[in-house]
């Protein structure tokens, strides 16, 4: 682990042995015992995946609440970038003899270096326009943009996409196989599952839906497994595609994705930037 996401972790922004007292240490149990030297050697690396799966996962339970802080962001940099380019409207429109009032301030009074002026200002004021146009894009597509299912052969199984990134945990982990779990026993309530594999599912599932069941982790998991069959994947993580910011913007750009009035707007403004970059746009409607 990294000084710095120690540092995280010792803040107690993410404490897994005081938010998942039961799941966490059963967790790290059971990984101890199919593969002692993964924990010894990876602990880090188990508490922090977990932390980045259950804390992530868990906010999703109160998307609006995130979602809406995200959007309100998105709406401020936009107010900042027409704000930003109000002032820029009204600089040029500004009568002349201010204009001289204002480079003879700035002449007299240099903000950074004696050589700084009124043309120096309004560049960067381009700038941060060009700055709250990129953040208010950034916003949106770190967003827009989420983990699914690969393919499309099988109605999609609530908890799937987490199921999956647990078995992928499991067997980077302790360097074993997940195998095929048994379905509790007939008139057998037992809450825990039989296998290791499946229980660690069971419980890394626990701790983003507590309503979640051995039965549900059994059907899940026997889904994944046959996916990754009828796939010939070599790992679950390829059996869920999480598209990068790459992948967000070519879809933007290329027709792939229908484009709001929302989505066109932030084209434009990313076309903005681009040609403010490079000179040029090398986007064409």
Same mark, same amino acid.
């Given at each position: 682990?990294?000084?710095?996401?120690?540092?995280?972790?010792?803040?107690?922004?993410?404490?897994?042995?005081?938010?998942?007292?039961?799941?966490?240490?059963?967790?790290?149990?059971?990984?101890?015992?199919?593969?002692?030297?993964?924990?010894?050697?990876?602990?880090?690396?188990?508490?922090?995946?977990?932390?980045?799966?259950?804390?992530?996962?868990?906010?999703?339970?109160?998307?609006?609440?995130?979602?809406?802080?995200?959007?309100?962001?998105?709406?401020?940099?936009?107010?900042?970038?027409?704000?930003?380019?109000?002032?820029?409207?009204?600089?040029?429109?500004?009568?002349?003899?201010?204009?001289?009032? +204002? &480079? %003879?301030?700035?002449?007299?009074?240099?903000? *950074?270096? !004696?050589?700084?002026?009124?043309?120096?200002?309004?560049? @960067?004021?381009?700038?941060?326009?060009?700055?709250?146009?990129?953040?208010?894009?950034?916003?949106?597509?770190?967003?827009?943009?989420?983990?699914?299912?690969?393919?499309?052969?099988?109605?999609?199984?609530?908890?799937?996409?987490?199921?999956?990134?647990?078995?992928?945990?499991?067997?980077?982990?302790?360097?074993?196989?997940?195998?095929?779990?048994?379905?509790?026993?007939?008139?057998?309530?037992?809450?825990?599952?039989?296998?290791?594999?499946?229980?660690?599912?069971?419980?890394?599932?626990?701790?983003?839906?507590?309503?979640?069941?051995?039965?549900?982790?059994?059907?899940?998991?026997?889904?994944?497994?046959?996916?990754?069959?009828?796939?010939?994947?070599?790992?679950?993580?390829? +059996? &869920? %595609?999480?598209?990068?910011?790459?992948?967000? *913007?070519? !879809?933007?750009?290329?027709?792939?994705?229908?484009?709001? @009035?929302?989505?066109?707007?932030?084209?434009?403004?990313?076309?903005?930037?681009?040609?403010?970059?490079?000179?040029?746009?090398?986007?064409?409607?």
């Amino acid at each position: 682990m990294t000084p710095d996401l120690e540092r995280f972790f010792q803040s107690g922004a993410f404490d897994l042995e005081r938010d998942f007292p039961n799941e966490y240490p059963a967790m790290c149990a059971i990984v101890s015992k199919v593969a002692p030297s993964a924990v010894a050697r990876e602990n880090d690396q188990l508490r922090y995946e977990l932390a980045d799966f259950a804390y992530g996962y868990s906010r999703d339970r109160l998307a609006t609440e995130y979602r809406k802080q995200a959007s309100d962001l998105e709406d401020k940099a936009k107010e900042l970038f027409d704000t930003l380019d109000s002032v820029l409207q009204m600089m040029e429109s500004l009568d002349s003899y201010y204009n001289c009032r +204002l &480079v %003879e301030f700035m002449r007299m009074n240099p903000l *950074l270096g !004696a050589d700084y002026g009124f043309g120096h200002l309004d560049r @960067d004021l381009e700038h941060a326009k060009m700055v709250a146009a990129y953040l208010r894009l950034a916003i949106h597509m770190a967003g827009h943009f989420e983990a699914r299912p690969s393919g499309r052969s099988r109605p999609r199984l609530p908890q799937f996409v987490p199921a999956v990134r647990l078995m992928d945990l499991w067997e980077r982990l302790t360097r074993t196989k997940i195998v095929t779990p048994k379905s509790p026993a007939p008139g057998k309530n037992k809450p825990e599952a039989v296998q290791p594999s499946t229980e660690f599912v069971r419980l890394g599932l626990k701790m983003i839906d507590s309503e979640i069941t051995a039965a549900n982790t059994v059907t899940l998991i026997k889904r994944a497994l046959t996916e990754r069959r009828q796939n010939r994947a070599a790992t679950f993580s390829e +059996l &869920v %595609e999480i598209p990068s910011v790459l992948e967000g *913007l070519s !879809a933007l750009f290329d027709g792939s994705i229908e484009l709001t @009035d929302e989505l066109r707007d932030l084209k434009k403004l990313f076309e903005d930037w681009h040609q403010a970059k490079a000179g040029v746009s090398d986007y064409e409607d």
